[in-house]
């Protein structure tokens, strides 16, 4: 006899703010575990696409939207929800500014928190958010996603810093600057950041640049 399964999205939305990496998490409104914290995120409806779900799951949560997403991962363990069999699709999103956020009619509260001092989790959204982190350390070994964290114009301090708190280490700053200007994937936008002492060189990521190198071979 096959038991009723559901499917539900989850999103998780990382920023850089206060020097830290930090995800957008709502406060449970209702049972199970009601007043713990989660990633925005829902059932999906039947006459809805996966996309579809997340998008409108992540407003009504929290009033985001207009937020591009990827699919991350799909987690299934048969005890995950204590509702029933529930399989979750988890999506994943950075933004280079941390969005306005406010809790919708489906959460008490949606706020910025540390992915590094996690509150306890609703679910198994711990492992989520475990597993979202770990990806996005990845995608920074092979491609230029930590472009995605920062504005459009940014100084080398900006992009280091960046990289620094998703890697959660220090990288030598002349190491840095030099394999980051070798693998052309930035380029100077001609202005400059006004700032004590020497004004600070403004670049962009280059829309026609494919950084398939190896982040912790740019920068060990």
């Known amino acids: 006899m096959r038991s009723e399964i559901s499917v539900t999205v989850d999103i998780v939305i990382f920023t850089l703010r206060e020097s830290d990496l930090q995800v957008l998490l709502v406060k449970r409104k209702h049972a199970p575990f009601e007043g713990r914290w989660a990633i925005p995120g829902g059932y999906v409806n039947a006459d809805e696409s996966l996309e579809d779900a997340a998008a409108r799951e992540l407003f009504e949560e929290t009033h985001v939207e207009d937020v591009h997403i990827e699919q991350l991962y799909t987690f299934g363990e048969p005890k995950r929800d204590p509702r029933g069999r529930v399989i979750t699709v988890a999506y994943f999103a950075l933004v280079p500014a941390p969005l306005a956020v406010e809790a919708g009619d489906d959460a008490a509260d949606a706020q910025w928190k540390s992915v590094y001092r996690l509150p306890v989790m609703a679910f198994d959204h711990n492992q989520i958010l475990d597993y979202a982190l770990k990806r996005l350390r990845y995608k920074l070994e092979y ?55 020497r004004p600070a060189r403004l670049y962009r990521f280059r829309e026609d640049a494919v950084a398939e190198v190896k982040a912790r071979r740019l920068f060990p």
């Open 143 to 197: 491609s230029a996603v930590g472009f995605q964290l920062l504005t459009p114009e940014f100084t080398l301090s900006d992009l280091q810093q960046a990289y620094e708190i998703v890697l959660g280490e220090q990288l030598d700053k002349r190491n840095f600057r030099r394999r980051i200007l070798q693998a052309a994937v930035i380029e100077p936008t001609g202005a400059h950041r006004a700032h004590e002492g």
